[in-house]
């Protein structure tokens, strides 16, 4: 009889983002994953994950490098705010830690090499999770496009947001935000990352690429809307141009409903077209609707359920860490790097008030 391995060790460093409660469940509820640190300069902000997670107080810190050296995790939690991701990516590298960064990748392609450079010196995986990787019904679109069934991918419609960032907390734990709310956030200050187009511009641009095969686009014309009294925007419309074709990708922190409550018209999610159908995948929906030339009216397929270790990004990049396996898809920093040079041109294009080429 084999004895039994050591479990995986994890250290969630930075609570910036409220996925971070997110993760450390999926990391709770993983067999083989021990919680060994929690670290955030603000105690309070670690409250409910201590809390729900029963992290005793020595594995509780409030500098990251007391974290690292003392709790010795195997593996590293990072939810900074976007601007502040590779500046964490490089402090933590050195540790011989591997590096799971929640989204959006950084807050322009040059932070977004700083931290691959970073990895590839010191010889440790960098993940990058986007939520929308794991809802089953964008999973299902994927399968159906790589098995050909509306043909060769043409265009990728994309629209997606919620009611804002100050709306809900880990868990999707609904709050009603304030203005003075809004002026305290990191969500809401330019210099930290925010506004709507960084933190959801990434998701149709990265499953975009994920669905184009890794194809990139070669120009891309982008308009923002930035309220009154506020330094960033609250939604964003990018016009990809493909050599197959436009493709649009939508952002917007203000729509009616959340959709993981109750989708909001326009609905969230993505519809894609081919040169023999088209797929549309909504979040959170239990089908995709696919229309082919067999079935132009139209037919609701089941969204696949995946199993272990498919079923979130904790236990994927567990998986591919016990097993040597290269990160695939959307958590892969080839397709995230594809991904930031579109969110790059678009915040170009935005700035210039004209169609740029896409950046390197």
Same mark, same amino acid.
């Given at each position: 009889?084999?004895?039994?391995?050591?479990?995986?060790?994890?250290?969630?460093?930075?609570?910036?983002?409220?996925?971070?409660?997110?993760?450390?469940?999926?990391?709770?509820?993983?067999?083989?994953?021990?919680?060994?640190?929690?670290?955030?300069?603000?105690?309070?902000?670690?409250?409910?994950?201590?809390?729900?997670?029963?992290?005793?107080?020595?594995?509780?810190?409030?500098?990251?490098?007391?974290?690292?050296?003392?709790?010795?995790?195997?593996?590293?939690?990072?939810?900074?705010?976007?601007?502040?991701?590779?500046?964490?990516?490089?402090?933590?590298?050195?540790?011989?830690?591997?590096?799971?960064?929640?989204?959006?990748?950084?807050?322009?392609?040059?932070?977004?090499?700083?931290?691959?450079?970073?990895?590839?010196?010191?010889?440790?995986?960098?993940?990058?999770?986007?939520?929308?990787?794991?809802?089953?019904?964008?999973?299902?679109?994927?399968?159906?496009?790589?098995?050909?069934?509306?043909?060769?991918?043409? =265009? +990728?419609?994309?629209?997606?947001?919620?009611?804002?960032?100050?709306?809900?907390?880990?868990? %999707?734990? $609904? &709050? *009603?935000?304030?203005?003075?709310?809004?002026?305290?956030?990191?969500?809401?200050?330019?210099?930290?990352?925010?506004?709507?187009?960084?933190?959801?511009?990434?998701?149709?641009?990265?499953?975009?690429?994920?669905?184009?095969?890794?194809?990139?686009?070669?120009?891309?014309?982008?308009?923002?809307?930035?309220?009154?009294?506020? =330094? +960033?925007?609250?939604?964003?419309?990018?016009?990809?141009?493909?050599?197959?074709?436009?493709? %649009?990708? $939508? &952002? *917007?922190?203000?729509?009616?409903?959340?959709?993981?409550?109750?989708?909001?018209?326009?609905?969230?999610?993505?519809?894609?077209?081919?040169?023999?159908?088209?797929?549309?995948?909504?979040?959170?929906?239990?089908?995709?609707?696919?229309?082919?030339?067999?079935?132009?009216?139209?037919?609701?397929?089941?969204?696949?359920?995946?199993?272990?270790?498919?079923?979130?990004?904790?236990?994927?990049?567990?998986?591919?860490?016990?097993?040597?396996?290269?990160?695939?898809?959307?958590?892969?920093?080839?397709?995230?790097?594809?991904?930031?040079?579109?969110?790059?041109?678009?915040?170009?294009?935005?700035?210039?008030?004209?169609?740029?080429?896409?950046?390197?």
């Amino acid at each position: 009889m084999k004895p039994p391995q050591p479990k995986i060790r994890v250290a969630g460093i930075n609570f910036d983002h409220m996925h971070m409660g997110d993760l450390l469940r999926q990391a709770f509820e993983h067999p083989e994953v021990e919680i060994v640190g929690v670290c955030d300069e603000q105690p309070a902000r670690m409250q409910p994950a201590i809390r729900n997670f029963a992290i005793p107080p020595e594995r509780v810190f409030t500098d990251w490098r007391a974290c690292l050296e003392q709790a010795k995790p195997d593996f590293v939690i990072l939810c900074p705010a976007t601007a502040r991701h590779a500046d964490y990516v490089e402090r933590c590298a050195p540790y011989k830690v591997h590096l799971f960064v929640e989204k959006p990748f950084a807050a322009s392609l040059a932070q977004a090499d700083r931290m691959l450079a970073a990895a590839k010196k010191h010889r440790v995986r960098l993940a990058i999770n986007w939520p929308l990787r794991w809802v089953p019904a964008h999973l299902t679109a994927h399968r159906l496009l790589m098995e050909g069934r509306i043909g060769q991918l043409q =265009e +990728v419609h994309f629209y997606d947001g919620n009611r804002g960032p100050l709306w809900h907390t880990a868990d %999707k734990i $609904e &709050t *009603r935000p304030t203005p003075a709310m809004k002026r305290q956030s990191w969500f809401y200050r330019k210099a930290d990352g925010g506004g709507s187009l960084l933190d959801y511009l990434g998701y149709g641009a990265v499953l975009g690429t994920w669905y184009h095969g890794g194809r990139k686009p070669i120009e891309i014309t982008t308009v923002t809307d930035q309220p009154r009294g506020l =330094e +960033v925007d609250e939604h964003s419309i990018t016009i990809a141009r493909y050599a197959t074709g436009l493709s %649009k990708l $939508e &952002t *917007r922190w203000g729509t009616f409903t959340d959709p993981w409550i109750h989708q909001p018209q326009p609905k969230c999610g993505f519809v894609l077209k081919g040169t023999r159908g088209t797929i549309a995948s909504y979040d959170y929906e239990p089908k995709v609707r696919v229309q082919s030339e067999e079935h132009p009216e139209g037919v609701d397929v089941p969204a696949d359920q995946p199993r272990p270790p498919l079923q979130n990004p904790i236990q994927y990049f567990v998986h591919c860490l016990q097993h040597g396996l290269p990160l695939e898809g959307p958590l892969s920093p080839a397709i995230n790097r594809i991904g930031q040079q579109i969110v790059d041109s678009a915040v170009l294009s935005a700035r210039r008030r004209r169609t740029v080429r896409l950046v390197d």
